[in-house]
């Protein structure tokens, strides 16, 4: 049985995504576009327009992970679940979701927790915050929401292990839009069963 030809572009972006995972895990790179930048340029291949999605990476970020920094890594993202588990039932009103690469694995020693709060009013995770002493960044965030740009609020806190959460808070009917995916998306109740696994 003869082996099916793989195209030169699909090896090429299999490298690159293989390269620029190696880049984030061994040189603590958490840009993705840096990262295949860098890769590119590795690869001699700075003119190539067939670079990987991030999607692409961060699959070959967790298959390096697993391969060589399995124990290192588990405790890593262990304590990274931990620490959005907790920031999850403290803002537990807000309905929180876990996303990026905490959620799906592919997060390393300096990766950020990336939540999503769900209120029509706003303030009220500002207040709740200001009402527990949680120091915290303000600014804003551009989300697409039913089909169009909106800026929404947004949260970074720092815990005192240098964990940034960031948050982005979004209005309650986006809650219901059907867009989140258990893949790419976990409720408080899915983060403890990750944890408990």
């Given amino acids: ?6 195209p030169h572009r699909d090896l090429m972006r299999a490298q690159l995504a293989h390269q620029a995972a190696k880049l984030m895990a061994d040189g603590n790179i958490t840009d993705h576009a840096l990262a295949k930048r860098k890769a590119a340029h590795q690869l001699g291949a700075d003119d190539t327009h067939h670079l990987p999605s991030n999607e692409e990476i961060d699959l070959a970020l967790q298959q390096y992970r697993a391969l060589y920094l399995h124990e290192e890594h588990s405790s890593i993202l262990r304590s990274l679940r931990q620490e959005a588990l907790a920031n999850m039932q403290q803002l537990a009103q807000f ?9 799906s694995g592919s997060a390393g020693v300096n990766s950020d927790i990336n939540l999503m709060l769900y209120s029509d009013d706003a303030k009220a995770v500002l207040l709740l915050l200001l009402k527990n002493k949680i120091e915290f960044e303000s600014g804003e965030w551009r989300q697409r929401i039913s089909g169009r740009e909106e800026s929404v609020p947004s ?3 720092t815990a005192a292990s240098g964990i940034q959460t960031h948050i982005v808070v979004l209005p309650e009917s986006a809650r219901f839009s059907g867009s989140r995916h258990p893949k790419t998306h976990a409720d408080t109740a899915a983060v403890e069963a990750l944890l408990a696994a």
């Fill in 1 to 6: 049985m003869r082996k099916p030809i793989v």
């Fill in 155 to 157: 949260y970074t806190l």
């Fill in 95 to 103: 309905h929180p979701y876990l996303t990026g690469s905490v959620l």
